[in-house]
Each structure stands twice: as C-alpha cells, then as structure tokens.
C-alpha cells in the first residue's frame, strides 16, 4: 500500500508479530484482566471495552464483550478500536486473526515468568500507550527484587478439581511460586497444567495453596484433601495476574504462606 512504512517499522508485540501502531492508541479494547488493570490504572481514559471477567478495578464501567474465550469479534470492529490486547494464554488465535482480519491492531503479550511480566509490561505502557512507567510498575518491580527465601519447600497449587490439575512447568504462576520459596513437585511433568490423581495429589508435598480462581476453593472445599498437610488459602489474583497487583501480592501471598502452618481450628 502506497505510503505505508514497512512492517520492519513497526513496533512488534511480545510473540515479534508487528503492529500497524504508528501513535498512542486513543481506543484500546482489553481482552485480558490483567492487562485491563494495568490500562485502567495507567490511561484509563482510552480503555472503551473488557470481558466480562475482568474485574478489576472494582469500578471499572466500560462495555463488556464477553469472554476471554469467545470474545464478541463482531461488536469489537464495530466499535472501532485503535488497539485490540491479547495474550498468548488466555486468549485463542482464532480471535486474534479473525480481530487482524478486520483490519484491528492486536497486541498480544507473552508472560509466563515475573522478570518477562516486568519487560511486558514495561513495553505495553510505555512503547505502546506512550505513558510514563506507572507508580504501581515500579512498586512492583522493588516488591519482587530480593531473592526467594530459601531453602525451598516443596509445593502444590490445585487450579482445578474433578478432575485435579495443578500449575506445572513454564507457567507465570509457577514463577511466583519459585520466588516465594516453593518448589512444585508436579512441575518435572510435560504438561503445563497436568491432571494428577487424587493419590498422587499428595505425594512429596509439604504445603498446598488454594487460590479462589479459576476454581473457587475454600475453607471447606479444598482442604479436606490435604490431611495432615498445611494448606494457604490464597486470593488467586495475587497469585496469577500480572498488573498493578503485582504491587502488592508478594508480601499477601507471602502472609498468607507463613499462616498456613498455624493449626486448623
């Protein structure tokens, strides 16, 4: 097309796809939570639509198009946006391409380690929306500097159950889990998110951690599987999203962490 720059100079998101982006985007559409967090508390004035998953902030009121899975491609064009924001893991090609062959800009992240969650970040707020690096990015940058304690204890985090999966290896959660002292006994497995028998839930564990999401477990709906076992009932948020929760959850989680070996009332 005649004055077009080359795709070489074009900024390129994290999966090296370039980016037909050429100033700040002014309606930008978030189909991941964490990256609607991020947008809202950084330029919360471009953000026009989320999914309906993405819950934070609390207050947030812009329109919402379904799913992270089966977003509303069709009212996303129609709504016109200059930047559309995938990941990798949480959002299907499909959309991605069907959002690209509409002629809509997407972005789409790849994080599935804290230092990559920092340089993501960092590209999305201030390459990409042409901000200054945010109070809270800096914040958690400085949270998650100091090295986990060691030595190392040996850990399971159930993201489901019927059937039992569990965070296995190259997983954002599962880095988190690294720098907060644990090690994952079931992160040898190929699988990312294995499924585990309830046998070998339990096997080689010297502490499990419940988030409330995807699976909503609780004090009474989780625990019973960890007979004899100290058990973190943990806010899955912190656990999970990479945003300006990222801010604060090293120091929840680990609360939470030091207070599962308290007894069981």
Known sequence: MAGKSPASGLPRDDLGTPVDLRTPPRRVVSLVPSLTEAVAHT????????TQWCTHPADLTVERVRGTKNPDVRRIVELAPDLVLCNKEEN????????????VPVWVTEVETVDQAMVSLTRLCVEVLGADVPAWLAAAESAWAPPPPEPARAAVIPVWRDPWMVVGRNTFTGDVAR????????ADRPDRYPRVTEAELTVGVDLAVLPDEPYVFTETDGPEAFPDIPVALVEGRALTWYGPS????????????????????
């Open 43 to 50: 330029c919360p004035e471009v953000l026009v639509a989320a």
């Open 92 to 103: 299907r090609r499909i959309d991605v391409e069907r959002l690209r062959a509409a002629g």
């Open 179 to 186: 720098r907060l002292g644990l090690r994952l006994v079931h």
């Open 246 to 265: 990222l801010a604060t959850a090293r120091g929840t989680l680990t609360a939470h962490l030091a207070r599962a070996d308290q007894p069981r009332s």
